[in-house]
């Protein structure tokens, strides 16, 4: 999936807006592939895999789009 970074929080968290949903999806800066966390900036382009949580969708394998 592709999506947009919507926020970012210092404690290593933040939410991508999926294309075509509504609904955005929380990451955590373990599930970045080749980005650090510092790296990231609201707007950036991202691509993803979505996976069940405890507390709803969440993406995994998160990658920078360059």
Do not use: C, W, Y
């Not at 691509?47 to 360059?66: D, I, N």
Request: net charge negative.
């Amino acid at each position: 999936m592709e999506g947009v970074i919507k926020n970012l929080n210092e404690k290593g968290f933040g939410f991508i807006t999926p294309e075509g949903e509504e609904k955005d999806v929380f990451f955590h800066m373990n599930d970045l592939v080749e980005v650090e966390f510092n790296d990231l900036n609201r707007g950036d382009k991202v691509t993803f895999e979505k996976e069940a949580s405890e507390k709803g969708p969440r993406a995994v394998q998160v990658t920078l789009v360059q």
